[in-house]
C-alpha cells in the first residue's frame, strides 16, 4: 500500500496541493509536501477573453485582405484578356484613377462608376468603361446569406433589416439596379457608401445594405445590356467566366469530426443519423427497470421492452405514466428514471418530426435507413434556403407551409461517442436482449484497452489529450504536423517511461479543448502531477477538491429538486411554443421566451419593456426590435449570469449603452416608473435598478460568477478521466 496521497484545490489560475503520509489505517496524519503553483488562466486580465482572440481575428482579417487582392489581381488580368481593360499595367491603374470615384463637391459626376453603372443599362459605352463598372461591381459584391450559420447569429438582424429596407427603396424609387439607385443618390447630394458616420449608418443598425442578389442581377444587366453591341466580345461563356471570379465563395469549413470512442479510424456518427437514434432509444429503454413498491427493482421483459419501443419510436417523448398505462402496470409502480424532474421519455425525436403529417408523414417509414439519412444529412447542410426549397419539392412534390414545415425540421445538433460499425454491432446485441450498453459493448469484445489503457498505469501522466480523446475537438491527424521525434514519442503514446512535454505542433495534431482556461489548466495540472511522482513517487490515492455547491441539507435537496422540475417542465413548454412559431429549439430561443415572461408573470398582454414602458409581443422576440441587455453592463461587471439580464426594446438599449439604469440621464425623469416597473421582476434583478447598484456589485465582488464556471470547466476535465492514466490513483472529492 502506498503511505502518502497528493491533494490538489483547482482554479482558473492556481493549482493548491499537497502531499499527506499516511498512517497504518489509511489516513493522513501529517503533511509531508505543501505549495500552490500559479499560471496565467490564457485571458486578457481586463476584458477576461481568450488571448488567442484577438491573434484569430487578426488572422481572419489578413485572409479575407489576401482572398480580395487575388480576386482583384485575376479580375483585372481576366478583364484584360477579354479586350475591357488595358494589357498594360501602368495604363489600367490610369484609367482606374481617372474614372474612380470623385467626391460629391468636385461637379465631376458623368465618368464615376456609378454613373457608368447605370449609364451601362441604356447606351453603349466603350470598352474599357464596360470594365470598369464591372470592376467596380467587384469592389464592394454584397452581402451573402447563409442558412446554416444566420439562423444561429442575432447579430445578423440588423444586416437583415437594412437589406429589407433597401430593396424596398430600389422598388420605390423605380431603380432598375443597386448601381442605379446610388446614381440617384449621388444626384440628391447623399453618400454612397456605408461608412463611419454617413446618413446610411444610426444608432438603430443600417438604413440601407446591400446583399449580394443585387449585386448579381445588376452584373447580369450590365453584360447582357452591352453584350447587345459586342457580341463578339461580350459571349455567355465570358459572362459566367467573370461572374465566377466576382461572386464565387468559399462554403462554409465542414467541422472535423472526432473518432469513434471503440474504433478511432472511423468518424463518430451524427446525432441526427437514423441508426444512432434507435441506438439511443434501444440504449434508454434497456436501461429502464421497474421500482416495486417495497423498493425491489426489476428489468423489463423483453415483451415489455418491444412494447416500449413500438410506442416510442413514432413519438418525440410520451410521459411515464402513459408508459405504465401501456404496460399494464399497477399505479404505484415507477421507472427508476422518473423523478419530479424527468416526467417524460424521449422517443426517436427525428422519425416522429419528420414522420408528422405536417411534414413528409407515413412516406417516411418506406423509406429505407440509407435513404432517410440521405434526406436529413441534406436539411442539416444545404446553405442555400432557395435551393433546399426547391429540393423539397422535386424530392417530395411538396410545397408551400408543408415544404417551410420540413426545411425548419428540429434536427439534434453535433455528434455521439460511436461511429457506424460501432453502433451497429452494439445495437445488434441491445436488440436481442434486455442489456445495458455496458454489456453490449462487454459482449461485441470492446473494452477499455482500445482506449490506451493497461492494468498497471504509466509512470507519469501523459498530455490530457491521450487520456481525453475522445471528449476534444479532433486535430488535422497528420503526424507531419510534428517533428520526427515529436512523431515517435506521439505514436508511441509517450510510453518511453519518462516525463516528457508535448511535442512541437502537438495541439494541431492531436487536437486541444478550445477553452484556454482549461487547456491551460489540465497541462498544469500535468506537469505538476509528473514533478510530485519524481519528488516523492506515486500516490494511492489522489484527492480533487471539485468547485461545486457546498453540501445540501435533505431540504435543501429537495426543493433543488423541486426547482428543477419547475424548470424542466417550464423548458418543455417553451419547445412547443418556438415549435409553433418555427424558431429553432435551442437554449438562446428558450431563453428569450423565459426573459419575456419574466417582464410580468401575471399578465402576458402586460409585458413591457422595463425601461420604456412600451409593449413588448411574442411576436417581436425573433425580430431586430428586442436585444437582451446586461442590466449592469457586462463591460464593467463581466456578470453574463441570468440574473443581469432583461429582455428590452433595441431602441431602449441603445440609449443606455455601457450605463447602468440610474445612470442614464436621459430616465432621470421618468426612472421612478421604470422602477416601478422593475419590481415585477424576479427578486435578485430588482436590486439592479437601485441608485447604489454599481457599488453594491462590486462590494460583493464581480468575477464570482465567471470563476466558478471556469473552475467547474477545469475539475470537469480532470473528473472526466485525465486522472485516470494513473490507475493507482483513485479520484475523491475532497
Known amino acids: 500500500m502506498k503511505r502518502h496521497i497528493f491533494s490538489f484545490d483547482i482554479g482558473t489560475n492556481s493549482i493548491g496541493w499537497c502531499v499527506f503520509d499516511l498512517d497504518t489505517k489509511g489516513e493522513p496524519y501529517r503533511i509531508r509536501d505543501i505549495g500552490v503553483r500559479i499560471y496565467s488562466d490564457g485571458r486578457d486580465p481586463q476584458s477576461k477573453t481568450s ?3 484577438a491573434r484569430r481575428e487578426a488572422r481572419a482579417m489578413a485572409r479575407r485582405r489576401d482572398r480580395y487582392l487575388r480576386r482583384r489581381r485575376s479580375m483585372l488580368r481576366t478583364l484584360s484578356e477579354f479586350g475591357l481593360m488595358p494589357e498594360d499595367k501602368a495604363e489600367r491603374q490610369k484609367l482606374v484613377r481617372e474614372l474612380g470615384d470623385r467626391p460629391k463637391e468636385s461637379g465631376i459626376a458623368s465618368d464615376v462608376p456609378y454613373a457608368l453603372r447605370r449609364r451601362a443599362l441604356d447606351e453603349k459605352l466603350p470598352l474599357y468603361q464596360i470594365g470598369r463598372a464591372l470592376f467596380h461591381l467587384n469592389q464592394r459584391r454584397g452581402f451573402k446569406s447563409n442558412r446554416k450559420t444566420d439562423s444561429k447569429d442575432n447579430d445578423l438582424g440588423k444586416i437583415a433589416t437594412g437589406v429589407r429596407e433597401l430593396h424596398a427603396e430600389i422598388r420605390k424609387s423605380d431603380a432598375r439596379t443597386y448601381g442605379e439607385y446610388l446614381a440617384m443618390r449621388r444626384e440628391a447630394g447623399l453618400v454612397a457608401r456605408l461608412r463611419a458616420g454617413s446618413d446610411a449608418l444610426t444608432s438603430e443598425g443600417y438604413v440601407f445594405y446591400p446583399d449580394r442578389a443585387l449585386l448579381e442581377a445588376e452584373f447580369l444587366a450590365i453584360w447582357n445590356a452591352q453584350a447587345q453591341h459586342y457580341p463578339q466580345i461580350m459571349t455567355d461563356e465570358r459572362r459566367d467566366h467573370l461572374f465566377r471570379i466576382i461572386f464565387y465563395q468559399r462554403p462554409l469549413k465542414k467541422p472535423k469530426i472526432g473518432g469513434c470512442a471503440l474504433n478511432p ?72 428514471k422518473e423523478s419530479d424532474s424527468r416526467l417524460k421519455l424521449k422517443g426517436d ?23 432517410q439519412w ?40 453535433g455528434y455521439g461517442r460511436y461511429g457506424a460499425s460501432a453502433l451497429a454491432n452494439l445495437l445488434e446485441v441491445l436488440k436481442k436482449s434486455v442489456v445495458t450498453e455496458a454489456a453490449a459493448a462487454e459482449a461485441c469484445g470492446y473494452d477499455h484497452a482500445q482506449l490506451g489503457y493497461d492494468g498497471e498505469g504509466e509512470p507519469f501522466l501523459p498530455p490530457y489529450q491521450e487520456i481525453l480523446e475522445r471528449h476534444i475537438p479532433p486535430g488535422s491527424g497528420n ?78 435537496r429537495a426543493e433543488k429538486n423541486r426547482e428543477i422540475a419547475r424548470n424542466t417542465r417550464d423548458a418543455e413548454r417553451r419547445s412547443r411554443i418556438l415549435e409553433e412559431f418555427k424558431q429553432k429549439d435551442n437554449g438562446e430561443n428558450r431563453m428569450l421566451l423565459k426573459l419575456w415572461e419574466e417582464l410580468n408573470p401575471a399578465k402576458p398582454e402586460d409585458r413591457v419593456c422595463i425601461y420604456t414602458g ?68 424576479p427578486k435578485n434583478k430588482r436590486w439592479r435598478f437601485a441608485a447604489d447598484a454599481m457599488q453594491r456589485f462590486e462590494a460583493e465582488g464581480g468575477f464570482l460568477a465567471r470563476q466558478l464556471v471556469d473552475t467547474q470547466y477545469v475539475n470537469g476535465g480532470v473528473k472526466t478521466g485525465h486522472l485516470a492514466a494513473q490507475k493507482s490513483a483513485t479520484l475523491a472529492r475532497a
Open 51 to 53: 488571448l488567442a482572440v
Open 265 to 336: 479510424l472511423e468518424e463518430r456518427l451524427a446525432k441526427a443519423h437514423p441508426l444512432f437514434q434507435e441506438f439511443r432509444l434501444y440504449k434508454e429503454v434497456n436501461e429502464l427497470e421497474l421500482v416495486l413498491p417495497d423498493q425491489s427493482k426489476r428489468k423489463l421483459t423483453l415483451g415489455e421492452r418491444d412494447t416500449l419501443i413500438s410506442l416510442l419510436r413514432s413519438a418525440r417523448e410520451i410521459a411515464f405514466s402513459k408508459l405504465r398505462k401501456d404496460l399494464k402496470l399497477a399505479r404505484d409502480i415507477r421507472f427508476n
Open 349 to 371: 425525436e427525428v422519425y416522429a418530426s419528420l414522420a408528422d403529417k405536417k411534414r413528409i408523414g407515413n412516406r417516411w417509414s418506406l423509406f429505407s435507413r440509407d435513404e
Open 374 to 413: 440521405r434526406i436529413i444529412n441534406r436539411l442539416r447542410n444545404e446553405e442555400n434556403p432557395d435551393a433546399l426549397y426547391r429540393w423539397i419539392e422535386q424530392e417530395f412534390s411538396i410545397t408551400g407551409e408543408q415544404a417551410d414545415a420540413i426545411a425548419n425540421c428540429p434536427l439534434p445538433d
Open 479 to 556: 503526424p507531419l504536423d510534428m517533428s520526427e521525434e515529436g512523431r515517435e514519442l506521439v505514436l508511441n503514446h509517450f510510453r518511453d517511461g519518462k516525463d516528457r512535454a508535448p511535442p512541437v505542433g502537438y495541439d494541431l495534431y492531436r487536437g486541444r479543448i478550445t477553452n484556454p482556461t482549461v487547456h491551460i489548466g489540465l497541462n498544469q495540472l500535468r506537469r505538476l502531477v509528473n514533478r510530485l511522482i519524481k519528488r516523492h513517487g506515486k500516490p494511492g490515492t489522489i484527492t480533487v477538491e471539485l468547485a461545486r455547491d457546498l453540501p445540501l441539507s435533505d431540504l435543501q
Open 614 to 681: 412600451k409593449a413588448i409581443s411574442i411576436s417581436m422576440l425573433f425580430s431586430d426590435e428586442v436585444e437582451i441587455d446586461h442590466i449592469l453592463p457586462w463591460s464593467r461587471t463581466l456578470d453574463d449570469s441570468q440574473a443581469n439580464r432583461i429582455l428590452c426594446l433595441r431602441s431602449a438599449n441603445r440609449v443606455k449603452r455601457n450605463r447602468a439604469p440610474a445612470e442614464v440621464t436621459e430616465w432621470q425623469a421618468d426612472y421612478d416608473a421604470i422602477v416601478a416597473r422593475a419590481a415585477r421582476l
